[in-house]
T-cell receptor, first 110, second 115 residues
Framework: RKEVEQDPGPFNVPEGATVAFNCTYS??????FFWYRQDCRKEPKLLMS???SGNEDGRFTAQLNRASQYISLLIRDSKLSDSATYLC???????????FGSGTKLNVKP | SAVISQKPSRDICQRGTSLTIQCQVD?????MFWYRQQPGQSLTLIAT?????????ESGFVIDKFPISRPNLTFSTLTVSNMSPEDSSIYLC????????????FGPGTRLTVL
């Protein structure tokens, strides 16, 4: 079983739509959670950390459910520039190892 | 965040040869990592580059194939040895800044094609 699992998509949405991505992780001892964004042929870049209380950054909202071992990312009012692959990342903490999901591809259409 | 550069940005190599990739950071960092991202796949950790000691390799990766150097706190190299077409991939270094623990920042990557 993979450490981190994501729906690969693609999610094809019109501009202005709200879209949500989900991610599950297998190790209940995981301590830190992140969403990274990766544009085509570019390196991953940190989008936001995910806190137990949930957190919001502009149009982006991240949620963590430890009981279900589940992380989500909600994007409101999608822009063309949001088109990218979104990577769910989990840090198990003990050995500072980061596990990356395979990514969810988002295409925002005009 | 840290500013990270990698050289070369891309290369095309013949099988059986070796390529050394350099990673330079603009500030001293304790933790540096090397990842591989194969076409259409996510990132897989190769090893943690430890300053002053041998790198810590993940399952499936060995020092003879991927020797790593870490001579100081701002620089590391990864060598892909005796290359085969299966080594064609993007190789990325990343750092965990000392002032932003528990977050990773990535270099631009090295796109390697082995013929």
């Amino acid at each position: 079983r993979k450490e981190v699992e994501q729906d690969p998509g693609p999610f094809n949405v019109p501009e202005g739509a709200t879209v949500a991505f989900n991610c599950t992780y297998s190790n209940s001892a995981s301590q830190s959670f992140f969403w990274y964004r990766q544009d085509c042929r570019k390196e991953p870049k940190l989008l936001m950390s995910v806190y137990s209380s949930g957190n919001e950054d502009g149009r982006f909202t991240a949620q963590l459910n430890r009981a279900s071992q589940y992380i989500s990312l909600l994007i409101r009012d999608s822009k063309l520039s949001d088109s990218a692959t979104y990577l769910c990342v989990v840090n198990q903490g003990n050995f500072n190892k980061f596990y990356f999901g395979s990514g969810t591809k988002l295409n925002v259409k005009p | 965040s840290a500013v990270i550069s990698q050289k070369p940005s891309r290369d095309i190599c013949q099988r059986g040869t070796s390529l050394t990739i350099q990673c330079q950071v603009d500030s001293q960092v304790t933790m540096m990592f090397w990842y591989r991202q194969q076409p259409g796949q996510s990132l897989t950790l190769i090893a943690t580059a430890n300053q002053g000691s041998e790198a810590t390799y993940e399952s499936g990766f060995v020092i003879d194939k991927f020797p790593i150097s870490r001579p100081n706190l701002t620089f590391s190299t990864l060598t892909v040895s005796n290359m085969s077409p299966e080594d064609s991939s993007i190789y990325l270094c990343s750092v965990e800044p000392n002032t932003k623990r528990n977050e990773q920042f990535f270099g631009p990557g090295t796109r390697l094609t082995v013929l």
